[in-house]
């Protein structure tokens, strides 16, 4: 029950951020308008939905710290008959403990994330959640609050992340496939440091509800899998318009598996990145070049200067709408939420503990305090530079069917490497442009270097994901074959 100390402490406090003096006639009115609101407000029922319970919930016990928990979840009959999949901790099955990466945060859902359910309905076999870097903000795997994830591949390197443990699980062969998030190339750069196939959809492209998304215009949820067939199969299941999900409304319902695995035509187009290529070192751009050799000698080098700017303008977008969700507690205020209740009220709670790991909670003072300090013209000004960003990847799709960099411009690092701003941005360099754009993104493998894995990223027009896995697979052959 709000009292009515509550409403006018309430009104003082905003009347005096948008530096308005109340009389009190004012004051007697606007207590009115509150008090009909709230009382509109209790008719208001939460719609959540429920689902049966995972069974034989159990923490997960694995050499590379893969997984958080292990399950058993019924699934029907369909097409992913025979495939053991995992999600990533962000991502709600019901029954089963979600936490985000964090040591201050769980939440037990009553309902699946959409993804869970139509995979489930599709026959895939969901054995478990996967660790990740806490509240999917780093890109090594290190900062989850139960422990860092190994690399099954490169045993003293980094899994890449976030979505770290998804990466490490496809890797270790513990599953067929897992769902990760993508908000700067957080299912690319996992895939590429651990050797897996990763997909980021097309934005909105996929439904969020039932994930904790933190940054609306960029997030993403998508496969990683031991294989682009795979990574293709589990696309198609997850995909497609849902109800509880408005920003899918223009969702196509599936892919074309057929075209998707089909060799492309001769004529197909290529254009190489200039800037990716050259942010990135030496043995990784020759591993992608040579790879695209042997696939076609047609690709040509284009440039495109505007994908230099987007590691900065992903830290300020990102980072500002996570610290917004944050300083609303657990609000997200956009079509695109994937919330329900119950996350929403574990995230108010977790916020107001202040047990939030370190690099988390200083993120979101920084970015809050960057905010204030500017009265937020930098987000605007980003988001115009966006829109420049976007211009550019479509004149350049206008004219090449697909275009082509190194997925992460450097080799897996080792632990305890990645400490500075620049590190994690050279990290997202080249996969952080496409989440700002909203086109469709596989990392695929294309060999390795010193023992470590390599991705290369073929990046397609907005809604063209059956011509990005065409060219992925068409690569992952020709890896595979040289």
């Not at 010193?450 to 990005?468: D, H, I």
Request: aromatic letters at 4%.
């Amino acid at each position: 029950m709000t009292t009515d100390e509550q409403i006018d402490n309430a009104l003082s406090r905003v009347a005096a951020r948008f530096n308005v003096k109340l009389s009190q006639r004012d004051r007697r009115q606007l207590q009115a308008d509150v008090k009909s609101l709230i009382a509109d407000s209790t008719s208001l029922k939460s719609r959540v939905p429920e689902h049966p319970p995972a069974q034989n919930v159990k923490e997960g016990e694995d050499p590379e710290n893969a997984f958080r928990y292990r399950f058993e979840l019924e699934s029907g009959g369909g097409p992913l008959n025979g495939f053991e999949v995992a999600v990533k901790d962000n991502i709600t099955v019901a029954g089963v403990p979600m936490t985000c990466g964090s040591a201050s945060f769980s939440v037990s859902s009553p309902h699946h994330a959409t993804v869970v359910r139509r995979l489930t309905d599709a026959g895939a076999a969901m054995v478990g959640t996967t660790n990740m870097d806490e509240f999917a903000g780093y890109a090594t795997g290190e900062t989850c609050g139960h422990g860092p994830t190994r690399n099954p591949r490169v045993d003293e390197c980094v899994p890449g992340g976030s979505s770290s443990g998804s990466g490490a699980a496809v890797a270790a062969g513990y599953v067929d496939a897992a769902l990760g998030s993508d908000t700067a190339g957080s299912i690319r750069i996992p895939a590429s440091f651990c050797g897996v196939v990763g997909v980021k959809p097309s934005h909105s492209f996929v439904p969020r509800f039932g994930f904790v998304d933190t940054a609306p215009s960029v997030d993403c949820v998508g496969p990683l899998a031991v294989d682009v067939e795979t990574a293709a199969k589990m696309l198609t299941e997850i995909m497609g318009p849902d109800s509880f999900d408005p920003s899918t409304r223009d969702a196509p319902h599936s892919l074309n598996i057929q075209r998707a695995l089909d060799f492309p035509d001769d004529d197909v187009s290529i254009g190489l990145i200039e800037e990716s290529f050259d942010v990135s070192t030496s043995e990784v751009a020759t591993s992608v070049t040579t790879t695209i050799d042997s696939l076609t000698p047609e690709s040509e080098w284009l440039s495109l200067p505007p994908v230099l700017d987007a590691p900065v303008l992903t830290d300020i977008i990102s980072g500002i709408e996570f610290s917004t969700v944050l300083v609303n507690r657990g609000r997200p205020c956009s079509e695109a939420t994937g919330y329900s209740e119950p996350i929403r009220v574990a995230l108010a709670n977790a916020i107001s503990s202040g047990t939030l790991g370190d690099r988390t909670q200083n993120r979101a003072i920084a970015t809050r305090a960057f905010v204030e300090a500017t009265n937020g013209r930098p987000y605007v000004v980003a988001q115009e530079m966006r829109r420049t960003l976007c211009d550019a990847v479509e004149t350049a799709l206008n004219q090449y069917d697909v275009l082509v960099t190194p997925t992460v411009p450097v080799l897996p690092p080792e632990f305890d490497a990645v400490t500075e701003t620049a590190d994690l941005r050279q990290l997202i360099a080249n996969t952080s442009p496409f989440n700002l754009t909203g086109h469709p993104a596989v990392s695929v493998p294309c060999g390795t270097v010193n023992n470590k894995p390599v991705g290369l990223q073929v990046v397609a027009a907005r809604g063209a994901e059956e011509t990005v896995l065409q060219i992925a697979r068409a690569i992952e052959i020709a890896t595979q074959s040289s």
